[in-house]
């Protein structure tokens, strides 16, 4: 919880009026980083969260209950606004926990948004990767759309998505992470689109352009 509110995680992303304190605890492990779950605001590569991570939402409720879970990075930079977006990575709704049912299983709730691995923008900063467990309307027990989640994409805001659902924010964890190399070539191999490229070079370089490739030489004649 002070990481979220150390990283304006809260109340950038996630409302504080909306809660008094997460009732569940979710946590994210990612293959090839550790073994256990992150902390909170880990910074992690781009190409070490290619896949899914593994995710557990901790509840004591004895009754299962639905959630819809999320992944949302609200760093995406915007020539329109000359600020920042916020974009849906992955989601999947209806999905069931209880005190003896705490792992997602990706088999068994298809995802409505698939996963897009993060690819922070050069020139950008430092991307908050962040994935939210939330608890469905009437406690738990209403049943959600993926045509809900799929038609609120556009110009995406988690806290407004969580107040027309009738859903409350049970549990969080995320992650950040900046720009390298790997990005680029996922833009190109993966998104068909050329890299994109914003503010300065990270290091001046009076060889390099805005746009991050290197100028022409000049050539005496």
Same mark, same amino acid.
């Given at each position: 919880?002070? =990481?979220?509110?150390?990283?304006?995680?809260?109340?950038?992303?996630?409302?504080?009026?909306?809660?008094?304190? #997460?009732?569940?605890?979710?946590?994210?492990? #990612?293959?090839?980083?550790?073994?256990?779950?992150?902390?909170?605001?880990?910074?992690?590569?781009?190409?070490?969260?290619?896949?899914?991570?593994?995710?557990?939402?901790?509840?004591?409720?004895?009754?299962?209950?639905?959630?819809?879970?999320?992944?949302?990075?609200?760093?995406?930079?915007?020539?329109?606004?000359?600020?920042?977006?916020?974009?849906?990575?992955?989601? *999947?709704?209806?999905?069931?926990?209880?005190?003896?049912?705490?792992?997602?299983?990706?088999?068994? *709730?298809?995802?409505?948004?698939? $996963?897009?691995?993060?690819?922070?923008?050069?020139?950008?900063?430092?991307? =908050? $990767?962040?994935?939210?467990?939330?608890?469905?309307?009437?406690?738990?027990?209403?049943?959600?759309?993926?045509?809900?989640?799929? *038609?609120?994409?556009?110009?995406?805001?988690?806290?407004?998505?969580?107040?027309?659902?009738?859903?409350?924010? *049970?549990?969080?964890?995320?992650?950040?992470?900046?720009?390298?190399?790997?990005?680029?070539?996922?833009?190109?191999?993966?998104?068909?689109?050329?890299?994109? =490229?914003?503010?300065?070079?990270?290091?001046?370089?009076?060889?390099?352009?805005?746009?991050?490739? =290197?100028?022409?030489?000049?050539?005496?004649?």
């Amino acid at each position: 919880m002070q =990481r979220a509110y150390q990283m304006y995680v809260i109340p950038d992303v996630i409302d504080p009026k909306g809660f008094e304190s #997460f009732n569940s605890q979710l946590n994210l492990t #990612f293959k090839g980083v550790q073994d256990t779950p992150i902390e909170p605001g880990t910074i992690i590569e781009p190409q070490m969260a290619k896949e899914l991570p593994k995710i557990s939402l901790l509840t004591f409720s004895e009754k299962p209950k639905l959630y819809t879970l999320m992944m949302v990075d609200p760093d995406v930079p915007s020539e329109e606004t000359m600020s920042y977006s916020e974009k849906c990575h992955w989601a *999947a709704v209806n999905v069931e926990f209880d005190i003896f049912n705490q792992t997602f299983d990706a088999a068994k *709730a298809k995802a409505c948004v698939e $996963y897009v691995q993060p690819h922070p923008q050069f020139g950008s900063k430092v991307h =908050r $990767y962040i994935f939210v467990a939330l608890l469905q309307g009437n406690d738990g027990a209403q049943t959600v759309q993926p045509d809900n989640v799929l *038609a609120s994409l556009d110009n995406f805001s988690l806290r407004q998505f969580t107040s027309e659902n009738n859903m409350t924010v *049970a549990g969080m964890s995320f992650f950040r992470s900046e720009w390298n190399k790997s990005v680029d070539t996922f833009y190109t191999e993966v998104l068909g689109a050329k890299p994109p =490229r914003y503010g300065l070079p990270l290091t001046f370089d009076y060889n390099v352009g805005k746009d991050g490739n =290197r100028l022409p030489k000049y050539e005496n004649i």
